[in-house]
């Protein structure tokens, strides 16, 4: 496996364990099971809010590698600089709730988005409710993930051209994480205990997707700066 796609796989596997994308995830089936809910419903509803999310940064990802692809080279340039000094500062903020949990600013959903969440589980139980449920979560949160899928897609578009699925991969790996939950929760598993894990892992959450935006920041820079080879 060569550079880019080695980054794409493992930052998309931690970049989808952000306590945001959890917490709408472990609302909907605290809701459904509260509903009493076959653990099966509650895996097929899971399963179809992450390839919700799958299609939303797919699409993104894909667009934007177009029309990165299409711009001259050196206003690309340009974007990636800013990007990668967007990313090193976003990155504080999330290596910050290591330390100070939600203290000061933090990446989150919104007070009207988590009531529009909150009352969307509440009512709406169907697997197909849980696939709207994903493009929404994605859609709100994508002032949380854009700048990531954006790097992204600057690296795949230095690259080459060979790498133009990538954004689509990127965004399969990305939802692996809330499939492997969806086959728990199918098997039984119980959803107290994921809760308490997700609770408990919260800050190393944020201190991994700290690290994962400065690091890509820094391959940024460094390749600007040509001393990076992308493959």
Request: with cysteine; proline share 3%; glycine share 8%.
């Amino acid at each position: 496996m060569t550079t880019i796609p080695l980054i794409a796989f493992f930052g998309a596997l931690i970049a989808s364990l952000n306590p945001c994308t959890l917490s709408v995830m472990f609302m909907a089936m605290s809701s459904l099971f509260g509903k009493k809910k076959h653990p099966r419903h509650a895996a097929i509803y899971i399963a179809l809010f992450a390839f919700g999310i799958f299609l939303c940064y797919s699409f993104l990802g894909t667009a934007l590698s177009l029309v990165l692809s299409r711009l001259p080279i050196g206003l690309v340039g340009y974007i990636g600089l800013i990007t990668s000094f967007m990313l090193v500062l976003f990155g504080i903020f999330e290596i910050k709730d290591y330390f100070w949990y939600g203290k000061g600013w933090s990446f989150k959903l919104s007070a009207k988005a988590e009531g529009v969440v909150h009352q969307w589980t509440k009512k709406h139980h169907s697997p197909a409710r849980g696939f709207m449920l994903g493009i929404y979560t994605a859609l709100r949160l994508s002032h949380y993930t854009l700048i990531m899928i954006l790097a992204y897609s600057l690296l795949f578009v230095f690259s080459s051209s060979q790498h133009i699925l990538l954004p689509v991969i990127w965004a399969l790996w990305y939802i692996v994480p809330l499939l492997l939950i969806a086959v728990l929760v199918g098997s039984g598993a119980d959803v107290h205990s994921l809760l308490s894990w997700k609770e408990e892992s919260k800050h190393v959450m944020r201190l991994s997707i700290g690290l994962l935006y400065v690091g890509l920041g820094w391959i940024l820079l460094v390749y600007l700066a040509g001393g990076l080879h992308l493959a």
